[in-house]
């Protein structure tokens, strides 16, 4: 049985979410399908700082944002920077009153969950296919084999998503750089002496090639992303079923590191959880398609060190929706008006996100990164 939806949001992340909570407020329903199987099937990750002319801008769309500020994690942006050896080259204090405030990503998620009607999101709705039916119609098909059509299908279905092949031939390429996850439960009581280390917010560790990012989490917990410059089939091959094995891997490109930061991985708790970092062309666009358009990652996956992926996705998904209220009945004409502000706006943050990643890992590294606090703080 085939079923129709005037407007389909393919992923339920931020960007997804957002989209159909701007709509909704503006009375306008959507249907969002995501391929969990419910909202608790797999952790969000860890925490976000929210720009206030993106993410915050978005959440002033939806009408949430006194409900964010109350999510806000006191302390959160509060930084260090450390060489190999542990030396502290630098320190930040907090300012959450300021234009980033840090806030989980998990809660940033329940907020806009909560926010829409029950029903709006079809759990265990995995696409496996789309094709266009003409007259800017599109045809869905889902794992379990249920069809459904729509008039307008937006794909907010992340780095591969199944909905940009309607659009581009652009494939996600890897950056050269990989992370571990790992995470440090119960820090202060359990890892304090790594919890020092981290401090109250986030701490960047840098050398040539390879670093320690890691964050405070509202739980009390660290999580810590292990950056190394290796080939995508050296991270591909850690074995994430042996722990002990996994950390021997990646602890080897750290042998003359400071003892204090090697810890970060050799007391981790739980499993590593390796992930290749992609990204599209920093240029990546596509002709007008009826009917069709992306969001966030599937229309500009970039690397995180701009730390625009979350806020550019939720403004993506408020002035998609702005744009459709804006034009009742005219959907090209939203679309249009849409992709004329996206294209070049996540062109500049791709960007600079592939630079700072060069600045981040560069040989004297934390040189660059402390060359780029230096010039934001005497341009303010």
Known sequence: MTTHHPIAIVGAGLGGLTLARVLHVNGIAATVFDLDASPAARTQGGMLDIHDDSGQAALHAAGLHKEFRALVHPGGQAMRILDRHATVHRTEEDDSSGGRPEVDRGHLRDLLLGSLPPGTVRWDAKVTGARPLGGARHEVTLADGHIFTTDLLVGADGAWSRIR????????????????????????????????????????????????????????????????????????????????AAKAAVLAHFADWDPSLRALVADADGALVPRAIHALPAGHRWDRVPGVTLLGDAAHLMSPFAGEGANLAMLDGAELGQAIAAHPGDTEAALTAYEQALFPRSQTAAAMSAANLQTCFRADAPQGLLDQFTAHHQAA
């Open 165 to 244: 092949p309607l659009l581009s031939d652009a494939a996600p390429a890897y950056t050269g750089v990989s992370f571990v996850e790992s995470d440090l439960l119960d820090a202060d009581a359990r890892h304090p002496a790594s919890a020092a280390v981290v401090g109250g917010g986030m701490l960047f560790a840098l050398g040539d090639g390879k670093g320690f990012l890691a964050h405070r989490e509202t739980d009390g917990s660290l999580h810590l992303y292990t950056a190394l410059t290796v080939p995508q089939e050296w991270i591909n091959s850690i074995d994430v079923t042996d722990t002990a």
